[in-house]
Each structure stands twice: as C-alpha cells, then as structure tokens.
C-alpha cells in the first residue's frame, strides 16, 4: 500500500492504528506500507513489525551532502525502511501531468532502482502504459522499454529473483475508478513474464512477484489475484480505508509450498519451451 501525499499525522496515526489491530496476516500475504516521506519515521516506529515500511521515491543523489532538499536511499535506511518504490507513474509524468520540473525518464528509474539494490533495500519497480499508449496498441512496448532501461544498469539476474517486484499500473486506471479487466491485467503480467524469460531468465520469469495497481478495492481484488500471473497488489486509494482489510482478505490464506512449485515448474517448462521453438 501507498498513501501519496496524504495524511495527516493525526490519519497516519488512524491507518497505523488499523494495521496494528487487523490480527494475524496469512502466510500467503507480505505487506509493505509506502508512506509519504514526513511520515516515514512515525510509521517505522509505531507499525507492527510484520509489516515493512518502504519510500515512495528516493533521489538519484547518492549518501549524504549538499543535496538540498533530496531524500536519498541511505537516508531511508536510517530510518529502518527496507524497500522503496521507482518508476511511479506520477514520478514518470511529473511535468506533463503537474507541470513539475521534468518527467521522470526511464534512465533515472534505473538509477535510482540500481543504487537502491545496491543499498540492501528492495525495490518495487513501476511500469504501465497511458491511455494513448494502449489506444495506440503500444502498452507491451511501452512496459518492455521501461523494463529494459533497469536490465541495462542492473545485470545482476539474482538480483532480480530475490530483491525486485515489479508492479504493473496502467496510467488510465490509477485513481480514476476505472479498473484494468482481469483479462488484460493477465494480458500484460504474463508478456512481462515472457520477456523476463527472453531477456534474464526462465527461473527469474517464475519466481519474480509481479503485481496489479489500478483502483485496486475489496470488490475486484478477488477476481485479479485469481489471475495466474497476477501475485498481489500496488494499493493506492483504497490503502486509506478499512477497504485495504479486504483486499488482504481475498489473497489466498495459505499457499501449499509443492503446489506452488509446481506451477512455477510449469511456467519455467512452458516458458522454455517456446524458447526452444524460438532457436529451432
């Protein structure tokens, strides 16, 4: 979940207070908590430790010094937080959305997510298309050429397996009520699976957490983690209300580790499959 630029200390402290009384999370379901940056500390020193607390965006600075204004990933780790988000649409379009500074370009996305990996934090990577773009029929290029600017910088495969979640967020969805179909969330988190396969690895393809974001709310949850590519949620709206408790609630409760692998196993032989068929 993340909460934009919203709250103020006195709701910080309500959403903290309902994380901490929700009672036990599956063991199916990690939950990470993105506050705004001025709320960062209160959330790490308050929150049930179950739940991990990330940034919303770190700059492409690097430690501390003369950086007036920034907030760079060391600082973040100081303050006990373990992941960080990049590449979040409303960082991509930051001018031509809010006339801000300069649009967020793929190659400071990747930067940002290398020096954070870097660091010891993980990274929740951003991607997803506009409106135009998928009029366009443009969305799987638009994801694959916002994927490769990181594969350039961070070579490091394993990397990947173990310390990058991607999140799919198609730009016309967010905060617009207007939800992505369950068939086209799959649509796209499987292409983003074939081109890890292509492009890293068949193993990284099956084991890397691909999630939805997009008006995400306790009434269609449901019906996108059933999803076979889809393996959880980037919360924004919803994340403010007691509505967050039931999306948690439609993930599965348990996962059985050998049913698991084995739908892992199938993807990878699949996946493989048609790289065979591919160098024939």
Same mark, same amino acid.
Do not use: W
């Given at each position: 979940m993340y909460l934009k630029a919203n709250g103020t200390r006195e709701k910080v402290k309500s959403l903290v207070d309902i994380l901490n009384g929700m009672g036990d999370l599956p063991d199916s379901v990690e939950v990470c908590v993105t506050p705004c940056a001025v709320h960062v500390d209160y959330v790490e020193m308050n929150l049930r430790k179950d739940i991990s607390v990330g940034a919303q965006n770190i700059s492409t600075d690097t430690g501390y010094g003369a950086f007036t204004g920034e907030l760079t990933a060391d600082m973040f780790i100081d303050l006990g937080c373990n992941y960080v988000m990049t590449g979040h649409s409303e960082r991509r379009r930051r001018k031509s959305t809010r $006339?801000? =500074? #300069?649009?967020?370009? !793929? =190659?400071?996305v990747a930067e &940002?997510?290398?020096?954070a990996l870097a660091k010891g934090l993980k990274v929740i990577l951003c991607i997803g298309e506009t409106l135009d773009d998928r009029q366009a029929n443009k969305t799987l290029e638009v994801c694959r050429h916002q994927l490769q600017a990181v594969l350039d910088a961070v070579r490091d495969h394993e990397l990947w397996r173990t310390s990058i979640v991607i999140a799919y967020e198609p730009v016309w969805a967010i905060g617009t009520g207007v939800t992505a179909s369950p068939e086209q969330a799959q649509e796209v988190h499987a292409d983003i699976r074939m081109w890890l396969t292509s492009s890293i690895s068949a193993e990284v393809a099956s084991e890397i957490r691909l999630i939805y974001g997009g008006s %995400? $709310? =306790?009434g269609n949850a449901g019906d996108l983690i059933k999803c076979e590519d889809v393996d959880g949620f980037l919360v924004g709206g919803a994340s403010l209300k007691e509505d967050f408790k039931k999306i948690i609630a439609a993930c599965? %409760? &348990?996962?059985?580790?050998?049913? #698991? !692998?084995? &739908?892992?196993? &199938?993807?990878?032989?699949?996946i493989r499959s048609l790289n065979a %068929?591919? $160098? !024939?």
């Open positions: $006339n801000l =500074g #300069h649009d967020e370009s !793929a =190659g400071s &940002k997510t290398k020096y %995400v $709310n =306790g599965p %409760v &348990k996962i059985d580790p050998e049913e #698991h !692998a084995k &739908k892992r196993q &199938k993807t990878t032989d699949y %068929v591919d $160098n !024939a």
